[in-house]
């Protein structure tokens, strides 16, 4: 099986002109393929491997750098419909997808939504949605986090455990203990695993002097504010129109995104499912990766 620590990255290039970089990971098997969308300055590299590797063990994972992040090349985009846009060209390109499943955690939940609700049917089929520890754009209900410290530590020059523990995990020991062993795990495919060297994270030490992390900001920034998440550019109000199965999740208590926008979510879907994970945050999906994953896969395969 092809792996998060060995699996080789492929490139493939857009009408925009960024070249994504991208991987396949499991058996091969058969059935709808499941596309991960990482969070904000994610990269694929950084991923948890045992949440991936869990999936593929029986679904076939592509994973998958936007536009200017990680191994892919050419402007970050500056708002959730590009980024959408630009997975859906990728998408489009494989020359073997007609069906997609799609997980988004974080910022990749934003983008996920907009997958689903901009794609062509005649092209492609979203089937299954997966949004983790993420929210639809503006609307009644839908708050902004109330700690202030979210900003400084996600837009840090240099990413440390800190940074992550914090924005993450729950202050406890068990958060602590759960952080510190996902950390880890995301630091497991090197170039003696691979043979490729691993991807730092988006403006990572601002060498590109920010503007990575700014046009991610801008992503963000856009979507939570009512005049910009319109049409195409927004979800809040076409959640209705997403007819597939949503599977929407978070942590008890998610410090970067309120847990009770996930559940504003649920209510407005037509078929929507929420789990919410105890003693956890923004990060479940991680300290639960075993549970989460054996969940995901309940959902896709019913």
């Known amino acids: 099986m092809s792996t998060h620590q060995t699996a080789k990255t492929q490139y493939l290039s ?62 970050v985009a500056t708002s959730v419909h590009q980024s959408a846009d630009n997975i859906l060209s990728f998408l489009s390109l494989l020359g073997d997808v ?16 907009l997958v689903a609700l901009n794609a062509d049917p005649n092209l492609l089929r979203v089937r299954k949605l997966i949004v983790a520890g993420s929210t639809p754009s503006a609307g009644e209900g839908i708050l902004a ?35 510190r062993q996902w950390w880890a795990r995301i630091h497991e495919r090197s170039v003696a695993t691979s043979g490729e060297e691993p991807a730092t994270w988006l403006s990572a030490g601002y060498l590109d002097g920010g503007a990575g992390l ?21 979800s809040f109000e ?6 597939i199965p949503v599977f929407v999740a978070n942590g008890h208590d998610d410090y970067m995104i309120p847990t009770s926008n996930s559940f504003v979510m649920q209510q ?35």
């Open 98 to 113: 007609t069906e997609i499943d799609v997980l988004g955690f974080s910022l990749g939940g934003m983008v996920a939504q």
């Open 14 to 75: 857009i009408p925009s002109g960024s070249t994504l970089a991208y991987r396949r990971l499991g058996t091969g098997s058969p059935g709808t393929p499941l596309l991960i969308l990482t969070h904000f300055r994610g990269v694929m590299d950084l991923f948890d491997p045992l949440l991936l590797n869990t999936l593929a063990a029986t679904r076939s994972i592509i994973t998958v750098d936007y536009s200017g992040v990680g191994l892919s090349t050419g402007p």
């Open 268 to 302: 407005k879907l037509p078929n929507g499912q929420l789990v919410v994970y105890p003693k956890s945050g923004h990060g479940f999906l991680f300290q639960y990766a075993a549970l989460f994953a054996k969940h995901a896969l309940l959902f896709l395969e019913a």
């Open 214 to 234: 700014q046009a991610q900001v801008a992503q963000v920034s856009a979507w939570g504010n009512p005049g910009a998440s319109t049409g195409l550019e927004g």
């Open 238 to 243: 076409r959640l209705v129109e997403l007819k």
């Open 145 to 179: 986090t109330p700690n202030d410290d979210v900003a400084t530590w996600a837009g840090g020059k240099d990413i440390t455990v800190d940074a992550f523990l914090t924005l993450f995990f729950p202050k406890t020991r068990e958060g602590d203990a759960a952080g």
